[in-house]
């Protein structure tokens, strides 16, 4: 089984009015394999009247984002035709693959009503054969996504299979990717997790594993295994996931993610010169 190797605490980096707390990258950490980045954005109340979130159009390419909707809601829009209202529960898994401009902007409800927002975005690369891929989206309400129940835990399931369900995304790289609600006195083990890429961190109480307490705020750095068991002794919530290892350069600038210097000057020049498109910004 695995144990945990090292803490990782996040560190405040807001913007403007957004409290946001970032584990990966830090400083003895760049990556998880191919987990490249994680904001942790709020848990806060916004007033009514308030500006929403800063998330205004702007470009990627290379790797896919997945965004957890703890609390709160979340408008998305992108220059391939996208867009959609995910609420608390749901998640936005896009893939910019070969390049999209996108906006994620709070609707104009809850811009005048207020209420409590919490958003984790987490980064997963693409190899080197999908960098290029066609831009996709896929946003899914709480309802659509599948929850596994036992021993006091709860998996809420993203993609690939666990408990004899299916999760709502089908990962282009056979990712795992889930966020779990843990009760005191409950447990829950992910097997199957031999030369894969573990992430593992927590946005709530804590948890452990294998004897060492993982606090809110903290990425747990596991070692070797092919299993984890995580137990509570008080409720917790946690993002679980693991992914084959890309064996391949990671060159990121800001937006984007390549393989190599040249590919990012290349995104910056297809970006500059219109072929991402243009995301319109609805709130409503």
Known sequence: ???????????????????????????????????????????????????????????????????????????????????????????????????????????????????????????????????????????????????????????????????GAQGVVDSLTGVFLSWVEIEAGGSVTFDGLAGRDVFLYGARGMFHVEGTAVPHFHLAELGPGDGVTITATEPALFLFGHAAPIDEPIVAHGPFVMNSEAEIRQAFHDYQAGKFGVAEIVEA
Do not use: C
């Open 1 to 163: 089984m695995r144990t945990v190797k090292r803490l990782h605490p996040a560190f405040r980096d807001d913007i403007g009015d957004l409290v946001t707390r970032r584990p990966v990258p830090g400083p003895a950490i760049g990556h998880v394999g191919a987990f490249l980045f994680l904001n942790h954005h709020g848990p806060q109340r916004y007033p009514p009247n308030n500006r929403g979130l800063p998330f205004g159009p702007h470009p990627h390419r290379g790797f896919e984002t997945v965004t957890f909707i703890l609390e709160g809601e979340l408008a998305h829009t992108d220059s391939a035709g996208h867009a959609s209202i995910i609420r608390a529960g749901g998640i936005q898994w896009m893939t910019a693959g070969s390049g999209i401009v996108h906006a994620e902007v709070s609707p104009a409800d809850f811009k005048r009503d207020g209420g409590p927002m919490e958003i984790l975005q987490l980064w997963v690369n693409l190899p080197a054969r999908l960098k290029m891929t066609a831009p996709r989206y896929v946003g899914a309400q709480a309802g659509a996504i599948p929850a596994v129940t036992a021993d006091g835990a709860t998996v809420h399931l993203i993609s690939g299979a666990f408990g």
